[in-house]
């Protein structure tokens, strides 16, 4: 009798064990096929005059994505942070990718906070959202940056999302609106959009909050944007592969042995 409840066990530990390898293997696979979706690296070598794109998704897929697309007289820069994580995340993460390219492809009006207005519209109606009462209020918070690669300027729109600059080790924070890619707020505006004029040598940065919101092992709290932006002033200055590995080193010292809490994405990029 022992003998047979022991197998039992063992049978249902090995049926356990065999879905999660399952499950493990299927998001796996939907993280390959969502990075298949972001941006060519070699592309945006192309496109960038240096960058570095540090993904941290929080469960294999991510509800985070960066986006990049050229074509002849402009290049679209864009990092979007989707509601949720894991798997609803990385849905709402590949239709706002795919939202994008519709709207860049076919459009020919390059204006940052335009294109806003247009996702926007578009994903309320890709998810039935009517109003207060819509059946899902899924959101996509994203910094987009529209670069006119003719007049040198670059024009900046945000969803809950900034931009931050360093120019002559000076930091600049361009502020976004209060609205989001998704359900719309009950006086719904049109994006706004801020204009730069380019200079050699200036950096930009867009993020998700992920970053920001991680809590610390030794003090339980949140990182907060404030001290994002003292890492990014403090590294701006060196190359953007340290960058990189400075700002992964920071999140991972900070966060320690506690779970990481959303997806993290931090793109930094000169043009």
Known sequence: MM??????????????????????????????????LMPDHEAMKGYLRDYFVLFLPRDIV????????????????AAGDCTGHGVPGALLSIL????LNDILQTRCDFRANRILNHMR?????????????????????????????????LHFSGANRPLIMM???????FKPDKMTIGLAPLAEHSFT?????????????????GYSDQ??????????????KRVIGSVAQLPMDQ?????????MDWKGNTKQVDDVMVFGFQL
């Open 243 to 251: 960058q990189k590995e400075v700002l992964e080193n920071t999140f």
């Open 3 to 36: 003998n047979e409840e022991q197998n039992n066990r063992e049978l249902v530990s090995l049926l356990q064990n065999e879905v999660l390898d399952d499950h493990f293997a299927s998001l796996r696979y939907a993280g390959i096929i969502q990075n298949a």
């Open 121 to 153: 519209e578009k994903v309320m109606k890709a998810l039935h959202q009517t109003g207060e009462k819509a059946i899902t209020k899924d959101s996509i918070d994203i910094g987009l940056c529209i670069v006119d690669t003719l007049k040198k300027t």
């Open 96 to 99: 706002g990718i795919s939202f």
């Open 62 to 77: 991510s509800g985070d994505f960066y986006y990049v697309f050229r074509n002849r007289e402009y290049l679209c820069i």
């Open 215 to 228: 809590f610390g092992e030794q003090t339980d709290k949140k990182f907060k944007q404030k001290n994002l």
């Open 193 to 209: 959009c801020e204009t730069i004029e380019l200079q050699p040598g200036d950096s930009f940065y867009l993020f998700s909050d």
């Open 167 to 173: 120019r002559n080790n000076e930091l600049t924070e």
